[in-house]
């Protein structure tokens, strides 16, 4: 994977932890500096460790599936990316206004990184170097969730629904990628 692509890779998993964090930012009275950096680190945290895991299963199951591997990788990031684009199209314009806890934030980024754990899956099929896209995945899902969560009270929940579509858009460029790649349709 080149560096670009994994710079695109971590940004679209971010998104949908930003959607979230821009949520959880309009929901706060007026979130700290500090506050945001946790949220983001919760987020962050989570969202590196769950493509690990699914690069583990996809390892395990891939002398099973090589021939389809680079099919099977091109399905799961358009599906994933499908879902994020239908999701943010569907959100609920409501603010619920609640106490913020570590569990339900917890909840929230483990709900948010399964597309992640998904796509881990997906690289075990791909020469990738999990470690370094994990890393690039936290670290970039850390940012924006920090950053959603400060931009929160001011934008509202409107501002997550157009990032967790391009994000969602740009799975779905990915996964196209990956299938002209392996195919040798434009090489």
Same mark, same amino acid.
């Given at each position: 994977?080149?560096?670009?692509?994994?710079?695109? *890779?971590?940004?679209?998993?971010? !998104?949908?932890?930003?959607? /979230?964090?821009?949520? +959880?930012?309009?929901?706060? $009275?007026?979130? &700290?500096?500090?506050?945001?950096?946790?949220?983001?680190?919760?987020?962050?945290?989570?969202?590196?460790?769950?493509?690990?895991?699914?690069?583990?299963?996809?390892?395990a199951s891939?002398?099973?599936?090589?021939?389809?591997?680079?099919?099977?990788?091109?399905? *799961?990031?358009?599906?994933?990316? !499908?879902?994020?684009?239908? /999701?943010?199209?569907? +959100?609920?314009?409501?603010? $619920?206004?609640? &106490?913020?806890?570590?569990?339900?934030?917890?909840?929230?980024?483990?709900?948010?990184?399964?597309?992640?754990?998904?796509?881990?899956?997906?690289?075990?099929?791909?020469?990738?170097?999990?470690?370094?896209?994990?890393?690039?995945?936290?670290?970039?899902?850390? *940012?924006m969730a920090?950053i959603g969560?400060?931009?929160?009270?001011?934008?509202?929940?409107?501002?997550?629904?157009? $990032?967790?579509?391009?994000?969602?858009?740009?799975?779905?460029?990915?996964?196209?990628?990956?299938?002209?790649?392996?195919?040798?349709?434009?090489?």
């Open positions: 994977m080149t560096p670009v692509a994994l710079l695109f *890779l971590a940004f679209s998993m971010s !998104a949908d932890a930003f959607a /979230a964090s821009i949520s +959880k930012g309009a929901e706060l $009275a007026r979130p &700290r500096f500090r506050h945001a950096v946790g949220i983001g680190l919760v987020f962050g945290v989570i969202e590196a460790i769950t493509p690990v895991l699914g690069w583990a299963a996809g390892m891939q002398r099973f599936v090589q021939a389809w591997d680079h099919w099977i990788a091109f399905a *799961l990031l358009c599906a994933i990316g !499908a879902h994020m684009v239908h /999701a943010g199209l569907k +959100k609920e314009e409501r603010i $619920a206004h609640r &106490r913020q806890t570590f569990w339900l934030l917890v909840l929230t980024a483990t709900a948010t990184s399964l597309d992640a754990m998904a796509v881990g899956a997906s690289l075990a099929f791909i020469d990738v170097d999990i470690v370094a896209t994990s890393l690039a995945i936290g670290l970039a899902t850390t *940012l920090s969560t400060v931009l929160g009270h001011r934008l509202g929940r409107w501002a997550g629904h157009w $990032a967790e579509m391009i994000g969602g858009v740009v799975l779905i460029g990915i996964g196209c990628v990956v299938l002209i790649e392996h195919t040798g349709v434009l090489g």
